[in-house]
């Protein structure tokens, strides 16, 4: 399988520093989402950046996404401690409905 | 309220004995899917649809099965679990399915003894 790649696998910050994790994908992609998840329960959505895009905000967070690289990163500026969670990035193989997640960063925020 | 429910969220079996996990879905979603999640694999589709009586396998499909007789529901059954199935898994839904954000359910853990 086309497994994504992330990273680093984990990653412990004081409050207040900025958060990076990447991810490498392997196929051409239609678009990139980001996931987080908070210990064993659902995952939630954060951001969806489009093949055709660069970069993208959204409160204190930032995509951005390199199509020729195969890469796209995620900043959270500001660290909290209830950002501690796992973070996962995620694309549908393109021009199918299959879709492939990173192994996840887990993130630790020590207040 | 928009949501994706699943149950059972907690479920021990034995080896063998056929049991279905339910998934539903109220937000008129054409796209469900399901996805197991185990330490260090990260999460990884077992089946998914793009619409009514529509399914299609992900990367894991060996030993489930699937059906979308429904818009709104989308079970996952295990004929004969097996050990190796012990895993958390999520139901996810969407609009489209390629072209938009997931939603996910709260999780079923199964452990299969």
Request: hydrophobic share 25%; proline share 4%.
């Amino acid at each position: 399988s086309q497994q994504g790649e992330e990273d680093p696998q984990a990653l412990s910050i004081q409050e207040g520093e900025n958060a990076t994790m990447n991810c490498s994908y392997k196929t051409s992609i239609n678009n990139l989402q980001w996931y987080r998840q908070n210990s064993g329960r659902g995952l939630v959505h954060l951001i969806l950046i489009r093949s055709n895009e660069r970069e993208k905000h959204s409160g204190r967070l930032r995509v951005t996404l390199d199509t020729s690289k195969k890469s796209s990163s995620l900043l959270i500026t500001a660290s909290r401690a209830a950002d501690t969670a796992s973070y996962f990035c995620a694309t549908p193989y393109s021009g199918t409905y299959k879709y492939i997640f990173g192994t996840g960063t887990r993130l630790k925020v020590l207040a | 309220e928009a949501q994706v429910t699943q149950n059972p969220r907690y479920l021990i079996t034995v080896t063998g004995k056929k049991l279905t996990v339910t998934c539903s879905q109220n937000m008129n979603h054409e796209y469900m899917s399901w996805y197991r999640q185990d330490p260090g694999l990260g999460l990884r589709q077992i089946y998914y649809s793009m619409n009514v009586e529509v399914t299609d396998k992900g990367d894991v499909p060996e030993g489930y099965k699937v059906s979308r007789k429904e818009k709104r529901n989308f079970p996952l059954i295990l004929e004969s679990p097996s050990p190796n199935q012990t895993s958390l898994y999520f139901c996810a839904s969407s609009y489209t399915g390629h072209t938009d954000t997931q939603y996910f359910g709260p999780g079923t853990r199964l452990t299969v003894l």
